[in-house]
């Protein structure tokens, strides 16, 4: 019961100040894995709190500023940047789209991936600029391939003629996917008469 009252308390204090308490900053990164599971079970509920319907949108951005921050953190333990944006899809929204889009250059691969999967489930059609953006200057097949995969799952029709550009690849990966994006794109898109 005790606990109950905690988690409880916990989760009002956080909803009602939308600040990443430093407990779980701490432990996000902690070597013992107990910790760093309670942390991230803790900070995911916090995000799916912050982003389910009717929450107060005040807390939502302010725990999008704090969650892009750490990721943006440079300095910050990988797990614990990671781990933040992780929680982004919950609370998608145009404001993070800027910040998201800057750490799909960071030098950290994973964080690049994880700025890509954010981008690419945000619902805002301004998430689909950066990842074209970056798909343009992007020189590792995997690289480009998770791009475009992210713009095929956007369905987002201004993708079309980067696709297009990339049937002819030397990459046969890339070619291959360039043509199912393009195929799924014209099946989607509404018959002309």
Do not use: C, Y
């Not at 951005?61 to 781990?83: F, G, H, I, K, M």
């Amino acid at each position: 019961m005790r606990h109950l009252f905690a988690t409880l308390f916990l989760a009002t204090a956080l909803a009602a100040h939308a600040a990443i308490p430093a407990d779980i900053l701490e432990n996000l990164a902690s070597p013992d894995l107990t910790k760093r599971f309670e942390a991230e079970t803790k900070l995911r509920q916090l995000a799916f709190e912050a982003g389910k319907p009717g929450a107060n949108p005040a807390t939502a951005a302010a725990l999008v500023n704090d969650l892009l921050a750490l990721a943006s953190d440079s300095a910050a333990p990988e797990p614990s940047r990671l781990n933040a944006l992780e929680q982004l899809p919950f609370l998608a929204s145009a404001s993070s789209v800027p910040r998201l889009a800057a750490l799909l250059s960071d030098p950290t691969p994973l964080v690049r991936e994880g700025a890509r999967s954010a981008l690419q489930n945000n619902p805002n059609p301004a998430a689909s600029v950066p990842l074209l953006q970056a798909l343009e200057k992007a020189d590792q097949p995997a690289w480009a391939l998770g791009l475009m995969d992210s713009l095929a799952t956007r369905a987002d029709t201004a993708a079309i003629p980067v696709f297009a550009s990339r049937l002819t690849s030397p990459d046969q990966a890339i070619a291959s996917l360039a043509a199912q994006s393009l195929g799924s794109s014209a099946a989607k898109s509404p018959s002309k008469p």
